[in-house]
């Protein structure tokens, strides 16, 4: 067994631990938790997510994006049975197939270093911030998806109908932002572009912010563990680029 997949397994371990000690929390908080089958997606997203992340935090190790991967496929599953279909296929659609994208790229660039070759492309495995045009481009990108994501969300989904007129614009913008920043993180998680932590630290706050509106007390705080493993995930990749 390999020192990368030794230290998943640890990271593995840790989250469950975490995970263990968030439970108990709140019953000690006396915070409700509804036990259903939503609350099992939860968990198994939670422990596989928060391990990924830790895992990546490593800039060479790819095996987080193993993890990743099943806590997107438990959160599209999570999200089909809200009927939230927008998230669904962002988790199964989206984040799957760059998850895995991300893994076989950054396995290609662990061989390159290990064979002793250098790069000089976008895919060279270095860690640096996009150019500032592309920093634009890449913004326009989010704008776009989020407007793309709130037209959707205002004519073909039907769980907004009843909803009163100002809350149903502030939730559909908090989806909107964490779609459109989830896409663009895992996009540049690919290629180990800093400016990743950066739209994964948006996706965190507002989801958030989606899990308040759901009123979704797990959710909240499975996204606030998010919130600071990706800031800190961020300053270790800082560190060392």
Not at 116 to 141: A, C, H, M, V, W
Not at 150 to 169: G, Q, R, T, W
Request: glycine content about 4%; hydrophobic content about 55%; aromatic content about 18%.
């Amino acid at each position: 067994m390999s020192k990368l997949t030794i230290q998943a397994i640890k990271n593995l371990g840790i989250a469950a631990f975490m995970t263990l000690g968030l439970a108990v929390a709140m019953y000690l908080l006396k915070i409700e938790i509804v036990f259903d089958k939503l609350l099992i997606f939860s968990v198994i997203s939670t422990v596989s997510g928060v391990a990924g992340i830790m895992t990546i935090r490593n800039p060479q190790n790819y095996t987080g994006f193993y993890l990743g991967m099943i806590s997107s496929a438990f959160l599209a599953a999570q999200f089909f049975f809200m009927e939230k279909f927008d998230l669904t296929f962002l988790y199964l659609i989206v984040f799957i197939p760059f998850q895995f994208s991300g893994l076989v790229n950054w396995k290609r660039i662990s061989k390159s270093e290990i064979a002793g070759e250098t790069r000089n492309d976008n895919n060279s495995g270095k860690l640096r911030f996009l150019p500032s045009k592309r920093q634009i481009f890449y913004f326009s990108i989010f704008i776009l998806l989020f407007i793309i994501d709130y037209v959707f969300a205002s004519f073909c989904l039907k769980n907004y109908e009843n909803v009163p007129i100002f809350s149903k614009i502030f939730e559909k913008t908090a989806f909107a932002v964490m779609i459109s920043s989830s896409i663009l993180s895992n996009w540049l998680m690919i290629g180990k572009w800093l400016d990743a932590w950066v739209y994964w630290l948006i996706y965190s706050v507002s989801a958030i912010v989606s899990a308040l509106i759901i009123h979704n007390n797990f959710n909240l705080l499975l996204f606030a563990f998010f919130l600071i493993i990706n800031a800190i995930s961020f300053v270790s990749w800082l560190k060392q680029r």
